[in-house]
């Protein structure tokens, strides 16, 4: 998961450098509610976070690993690295939405 702030008079992302599950925690590292970032004031409320994929990652990487064991494994693989991304790109979606529906 990470988290961003956007920029009010151009409209991009600026990602933060923190990593919280909560506005509460965030707040908390940073020592207040609100904070300075590029020179500009935000609120911890204005921080949204965005989830990882790491389903293509997970699965290239399983499938590199089955290169071992040929075709089949390179199948076998990848498909055990589809499983494995895909449950971890759920969990973060779940933290997601928890971080984006926090306030402080």
Same mark, same amino acid.
């Given at each position: ?9 151009? #409209?991009?992302?600026?990602?933060l450098k ?5 506005k +509460? +925690?965030?707040? &908390?590292?940073?020592?207040a ?6 020179d ?6 204005e ?5 990882? +994929? &790491?389903? /293509? $990652?997970a699965?290239?990487? *399983? $499938?590199v ?7 089949? $494994?390179?199948?076998? *693989?990848?498909?055990?690295? /589809?499983?494995?991304?895909n449950?971890?790109? #759920? ?8 971080? #984006?529906?926090?306030?402080?």
């Amino acid at each position: 998961m990470k988290l961003y702030v956007l920029d009010k008079s151009s #409209n991009e992302k600026t990602y933060l450098k923190q990593s919280a599950s909560s506005k +509460e +925690e965030l707040a &908390n590292l940073l020592g207040a509610k609100r904070f300075r970032l590029d020179d500009k004031i935000y609120s911890v409320n204005e921080v949204i976070a965005e989830a990882d +994929e &790491n389903t /293509a $990652g997970a699965m290239a990487a *399983g $499938g590199v690993i089955g290169v071992v064991g040929g075709v089949p $494994g390179v199948i076998i *693989g990848g498909l055990i690295g /589809a499983l494995l991304g895909n449950s971890s790109d #759920n969990e973060d979606k779940l933290k997601t939405e928890k971080f #984006n529906r926090s306030q402080v």
